[in-house]
């Protein structure tokens, strides 16, 4: 059974309008729904907005569903010129941005401290969705002032969730795929952009899902563990 994490409902009503019906409960905090869409049987975990949240709900979904591969998707913030509002694009690696031991171990920012390098690597296939590199911090914000780090760590998009989940994935070996529709761009103005522009980035998500869901259900949808 494929297991979603989605932060906000608006979200997660991407997936639901196409469910067969959809049984909904609480546990440890977080709305789980579980349903069937597209043929085939899903549970949604809301997780809530920001890292934190994030990370929680991945690791429900591994220890208390035992969720053998994980699927995120929601909107984010476009940094690269590949990012333009209202396009849908498949994170091959994730990094948290806002972690910095640089100072103390000498390592690139986002760089954990049982870590090399700041990136997870996520399990990649042929896909419908061009390539991206998706920059996680728990900010949404006007300000420039982070724009060098995410430049030099070459981030296509910015969100608050999907590289936290890919922390647990990576640590408990659970498969991830990241889907964003980017609902804004970097800069000034940008959370009035978001706020105006994320109905688009909803749609886009909607629009695109049953190919979401495509790439990732079946026996093994992954060709390789690289991307």
């Not at 870590?115 to 900010?139: E, H, I, M, V």
């Not at 999907?162 to 761009?185: C, D, E, M, Q």
């Not at 979401?212 to 259900?217: P, S, W, Y």
Request: glycine share 8%; hydrophobic share 45%; aromatic share 8%.
């Amino acid at each position: 059974m494929l297991t979603f994490i989605v932060a906000m409902q608006k979200e997660a009503d991407a997936l639901l309008r196409f469910a067969d019906g959809a049984d909904a409960r609480m546990l440890c905090g977080k709305t789980v729904y579980t349903g069937r869409a597209f043929g085939s049987a899903f549970r949604l975990i809301l997780s809530g907005v920001g890292k934190t949240n994030a990370a929680a709900a991945a690791m429900l979904a591994v220890s208390a569903f035992g969720a053998e591969r994980l699927v995120n998707f929601g909107m984010a913030g476009g940094v690269s010129e590949a990012a333009a509002p209202g396009a849908v694009l498949r994170a091959d690696r994730a990094v948290q941005y806002d972690f910095d031991l640089s100072e103390i171990n000498g390592t690139p920012r986002g760089t954990l401290d049982e870590c090399g390098q700041p990136y997870f690597f996520l399990p990649f296939a042929k896909s419908a969705f061009p390539r991206a590199t998706l920059a996680t911090g728990d900010k949404l914000t006007d300000s420039l002032a982070d724009l060098p780090v995410l430049l030099n760590l070459r981030a296509d998009l910015r969100d608050m969730e999907g590289a936290a989940i890919a922390h647990v994935a990576s640590f408990t070996g659970v498969p991830l795929s990241v889907y964003k529709a980017v609902s804004n761009r970097i800069g000034a103005d940008s959370v009035k952009k978001y706020n105006r522009l994320q109905s688009e980035a909803l749609n886009a998500l909607s629009k695109n899902m049953q190919t979401i869901f495509g790439e990732n259900d079946g026996e093994d949808p992954f060709l390789s563990k690289e991307p």
